[in-house]
């Protein structure tokens, strides 16, 4: 296995599904924007977790999980940044979970939070 082009292939899909988020945002699709963001965090710290472990990382989905396998160092405000974007992933796969009200300047704002985070994981690859 190419650890390289698993590393970059995560990075790809991650900048991908962070596009598909705005892209939402910007159609008022604001629980399914929340989800691609979150996918986009998880594919981040899966770059992180394959450069780590070279290998192909686990298939889940908690953000905080794959922080701690990659040993990032996050300050406080990041790890519940992860926190709080894994209830997103619940609440787009599982809708009936315990849905949100979501409107459009509380979307802008995590998908803001979530772009500053994307940066500085990509700024640690």
């Known amino acids: 296995m190419n650890i390289e082009k698993q590393i970059e292939y995560w990075k790809e899909s991650s900048d991908e599904d962070f596009a598909a988020a705005q892209s939402l945002l910007?159609?008022?699709?604001?629980?399914?924007?929340?989800?691609?963001?979150?996918?986009?965090?998880?594919?981040?710290?899966k770059a992180h977790v394959t450069k780590r472990i070279k290998d192909i990382p686990p298939r889940i989905h908690n953000l905080v999980r794959l922080a701690e396998i990659a040993n990032l160092n996050l300050d406080q405000e990041q790890e519940q940044l992860l926190r709080e974007f894994g209830f997103y992933q619940l609440e787009g796969r599982y809708p009936d979970f315990e849905e949100i009200l979501l409107e459009s300047g509380f979307t802008e704002e995590e998908i803001s939070r979530a772009k500053r985070m994307l940066s500085w994981l990509k700024k640690q690859l």
């Open 26 to 45: 910007e159609k008022g699709h604001f629980r399914h924007s929340l989800f691609f963001a979150h996918l986009a965090l998880e594919k981040m710290l």
